[in-house]
């Protein structure tokens, strides 16, 4: 079993939906999560960045995290075109040294 | 300022060469981290540098790879007999301090192995 796991999509939206992306992890020992953003033929970028149980709001973007079900999930509202991207969800143990990350969600938000 | 950069690009080779890939870190940045990015495997780590310390090489999927950090700054990832499994994107990271510190990527290097 891997320690993280992604629905790789493709998923496809039309523009001003709401887009859930997910991912669940197996390691209990994580306790910071991240959601990094690639577009194609660049490096991720970081989105946002949690270490708690529960909701964080950054403008469009609401990053959740459940530490009880071992789930993390990424909101979009009002999905743009620009959002057209592989998002990764990544995570952390306290003193660790790597990120370990899921697969990536295709992500294309239609006109 | 500048982020982390990372050359060439893009590399094609013939399989049994050595390719020699390199990173610059984000100025200041202790932390420096290596990643191969696979197509359907996300990201895999492979080492990591913490300022003077010993690397951290545990990710490294064989002996043929390989990795060094000289003065603390610019790092080198080499893979020598190139295989055709290794073409992938590979990655460059740094962080200011390491650990849960937020990483910066580079844009990447890729891989293709004839």
């Known amino acids: 079993q891997k320690e993280v796991e992604q629905d790789p999509g493709p998923l496809s939206v039309p523009e001003g939906a709401i887009v859930s992306l997910n991912c669940t992890y197996s390691n209990s020992a994580f306790q910071y999560f991240m959601w990094y953003r690639q577009y194609s033929r660049k490096g991720p970028e970081l989105l946002m960045y949690?270490?708690?149980?529960g909701n964080k709001e950054d403008g469009r973007f609401t990053a959740q995290v459940d530490k009880s079900s071992k789930y993390i999930s990424l909101f979009i509202r009002d999905s743009q075109p620009s959002d057209s991207a592989t998002y990764l969800c990544a995570m952390i143990g306290a003193g660790a040294n790597n990120l370990f990350f899921g697969t990536g969600t295709r992500l294309t938000v239609i006109p | 300022g500048a982020g982390v950069s990372q050359s060439p690009s893009n590399k094609v080779t013939e399989k049994g060469k050595d390719v020699e890939l390199r990173c610059d870190p984000i100025s200041g940045h202790t932390a420096l981290y290596w990643y191969r990015q696979s197509l359907g495997q996300g990201l895999e780590f492979l080492i990591y540098f913490q300022g003077n310390s010993a690397p951290d090489k545990s990710g490294l999927p064989s002996d043929r790879f390989s990795a060094e950090r000289t003065g603390g700054s610019v790092s080198t990832l080499t893979i020598q007999r190139t295989q055709q499994e290794d073409s992938a994107v590979y990655l460059c990271?740094?962080?200011?301090?390491?650990?849960?510190?937020?990483?910066?990527f580079g844009p990447g290097t890729r891989l293709l192995v004839l």
């Open positions: 949690t270490y708690s149980s």
């Open positions: 990271a740094s962080s200011a301090n390491g650990g849960e510190e937020t990483q910066y």
